[in-house]
């Protein structure tokens, strides 16, 4: 599948960050250990089996309706494939622990998937008001001002998500993307460079597109 250039902003998010806040469908019952539950749910999905992982948090959602974790990890689960579903799991880990910016931002991505930008942003600025020196929060709000065409308010988060973590691979897509928008070639192409130098081991699908970015601004 081709992905298009903007869109293609959201496939390094959902690949590269949110995941890591993750650490045949069986049956169990309503006695079952919620923990026990989260955790072979939290394996399941870093195996990539997500239906089994969707079961088991289900499940300890109903063993403990009072586990923050269970929800958030069952919105970690399905964003992918029901983002909806994703976003009513955020918001009830939310209600159970409302001060964790990691459900804040997670929620925003959510949102993302989901077409809801405008929802998308103002989660990700109270993430980002909640953690303001935390480099992934500024660079998800990034993504969504670009996405909305925002291009200077986006380019403003990437740079100040860059200083606050330079070793952090994502920000260098986003500046390369708002200076290639912006018309600033030069600037593109050293960002675009910059993140393929530091960004082995990101989804191959997000180097390849930065190639064919350095391509199209006719980088030697």
Do not use: W
Request: proline share 5%.
């Amino acid at each position: 599948m081709r992905f298009k250039t903007r869109k293609f902003l959201a496939v390094i998010i959902l690949m590269s960050i949110i995941l890591a806040g993750c650490g045949g469908v069986e049956q169990t019952t309503p006695t079952a250990d919620p923990q026990a539950l989260i955790r072979e749910g939290r394996d399941a999905l870093k195996a990539g089996d997500t239906q089994t992982a969707i079961a088991k948090l289900e499940a300890a959602t109903k063993a403990d309706p009072k586990s923050a974790k269970a929800f958030f990890l069952l919105g970690n689960a399905c964003y992918k494939t029901n983002p909806t579903k994703a976003i009513d799991a955020y918001k009830k880990a939310l209600e159970l622990s409302p001060d964790n910016p990691d459900y804040l931002t997670n929620l925003g991505v959510a949102y993302y998937v989901a077409g809801r930008l405008g929802d998308s942003e103002k989660t990700l600025r109270k993430a980002v008001e909640k953690v303001p020196n935390d480099a992934t929060a500024n660079y998800l709000l990034g993504v969504t001002l670009l996405q909305e065409g925002n291009t200077d308010a986006a380019l403003s988060q990437f740079v100040k998500a860059n200083s606050l973590d330079p070793n952090m691979p994502e920000p260098y897509y986003g500046l390369g993307m708002a200076y290639k928008l912006k018309g600033e070639k030069s600037k593109a192409i050293d960002a675009f460079r910059h993140f393929l130098k530091i960004g082995p081991g990101q989804d191959p699908r997000a180097m390849d597109e930065a190639r064919k970015q350095l391509q199209d601004l006719g980088a030697k």
